[in-house]
């Protein structure tokens, strides 16, 4: 995009309003700048870069995502964004003028051909029930669970995911009601991601989950953690190191290879 103020070709960034997650920031700023929806998918390299704050300069920090387009308004050029280009990798690496965003254009180039991504979450907080006497399956959310459901429920709809499924227990289903509720979904069932799932089970239960169409959006406990542990040789919490609850991570696949597992909380990206 350019902006005339600088007169500079740029990628469309933009600044966190109070409280917002950087995820949904990223889609929102692309849109105010662009009239594009995109639909976030793998993580790109996060840039530092100094700005001036007053007298002094501080550093600026800015997220990145690869995005696809869901649908775009008819652009109308503003006093920040006088004009908008769709250019391919090699000349936009020419167009623009900052480096730190041939970084971030490089960095999209080396990316496969990805499906839309498996979002795996664990249950948000079920563990304030210290009198909880009935089956361990039918432990609901507390008080600060429903509150983590509702923060997933606006953070993930920026995904537009097209499959919510979750492990019997109540806790996970209900992590997922909200979200459901506000995408208009049915919730699926699924068994073979119940507690003490053999983790290859698991992993398979996941693969079939993508597709290129929309992305889906899985929630479960241990069982899932162990899954991710297999799936990604470590690289993300164990059973011993478990998911906090409501955290999650983005799993991108180019056929059947994983690409990316980039952890995502309500706290930040």
């Avoid at 652009?75 to 964004?81: H, I, N, Q, W, Y």
């Avoid at 919730?187 to 079939?208: N, S």
């Amino acid at each position: 995009m350019h902006r005339p103020r600088f007169d500079d070709w740029s990628l469309p960034k933009g600044k966190l309003q109070p409280g917002e997650h950087p995820l949904v920031a990223a889609v929102r700023e692309v849109h105010e700048e662009t009239m594009v929806h995109g639909v976030p998918g793998v993580r790109l390299p996060s840039v530092t870069y100094q700005v001036r704050s007053g007298q002094s300069h501080v550093d600026k920090i800015v997220d990145w995502w690869a995005m696809t387009v869901a649908d775009a308004g008819p652009f109308v050029p503003s006093d920040e964004v006088d004009d908008v280009a769709w250019l391919s990798v090699p000349r936009a690496l020419e167009v623009v003028t900052y480096e730190r965003d041939r970084t971030v254009l490089e960095a999209y180039a080396e990316l496969p051909a990805v499906a839309r991504p498996v979002v795996v979450v664990r249950h948000a907080s079920a563990d304030d029930h210290p009198a909880w006497s009935g089956p361990p399956d039918e432990r609901p959310l507390d008080a600060r669970g429903r509150a983590q459901a509702a923060g997933l429920a606006e953070l993930l709809r920026v995904l537009r995911p097209g499959r919510l499924v979750s492990a019997p227990a109540l806790c996970c289903r209900q992590t997922l009601t909200e979200l459901a509720r506000t995408l208009d979904l049915d919730l699926e069932i699924e068994e073979d991601i119940t507690e003490g799932a053999d983790p290859v089970i698991v992993v398979a239960a996941l693969r079939r989950l993508v597709n290129d169409r929309s992305a889906s959006v899985v929630c479960g406990g241990d069982a899932l953690a162990a899954a991710l542990a297999t799936l990604t040789g470590g690289a993300v919490p164990t059973p011993d190191r478990r998911l906090a609850p409501a955290d999650g991570v983005v799993l991108s696949f180019s056929g059947a290879t994983l690409v990316a597992a980039d952890p995502v909380t309500l706290g930040g990206p």
